[in-house]
């Protein structure tokens, strides 16, 4: 196992895997650079392949139209919205999120904005009082019906 880990190390494959030992962090920017190089190259010869008004277009794809800095800026400006927004949660990250550890850590092991591990913590724990709520009504009218049933029985 450790072998194979290692055989991928310095390639853009080794950071897919999740491994982010630094010549794999390397590899991946690498390759990153060179999809930017290659995207960028195919803008100029078709501009309409840029998804534009887009922080993508913007960042991505290097086009500085209108609507590409403008849709750059909007981004910046509302940053914690933007990762909330543009990347969705998993479940395996909800998780992580409600662990009882310092926010700050969390987010950097998640790659997210303090506030939207914040948000996020905020949001699921009012999810379960929800639940909570739902369950003890449902055993509250099933239990309500059983009482009729036997006062009408009797
Ligand atoms: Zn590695
Ligand atoms: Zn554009």
Do not use: F
């Amino acid at each position: 196992m450790k072998r194979a880990a290692a055989d991928v190390c310095g390639t853009p494959s080794g950071y897919k895997r999740g491994c982010r030992c630094t010549p794999c962090r390397e590899a991946h920017a690498e390759h990153t650079a060179a999809q930017k190089r290659d995207r960028v190259i195919r803008a100029a010869a078709d501009p309409s392949l840029v998804p534009h008004g887009t922080q993508s277009g913007y960042v991505n794809w290097s086009c500085r139209c209108t609507p590409c800095c403008e849709a750059n800026r909007a981004a910046r400006h509302s940053a914690d919205r933007a990762v909330n927004g543009y990347r969705p949660w998993t479940d395996a990250e909800r998780d992580i999120a409600m662990q009882d550890r310092p926010i700050r850590e969390i987010a950097a092991e998640l790659g997210r904005t303090y506030h939207a591990v914040l948000t996020m913590r905020y949001q699921q724990r009012q999810q379960q009082e929800r639940q909570q709520l739902q369950n003890q009504q449902r055993i509250r009218s099933a239990s309500g019906s059983v009482l009729t049933a036997h006062k009408e029985a009797s």
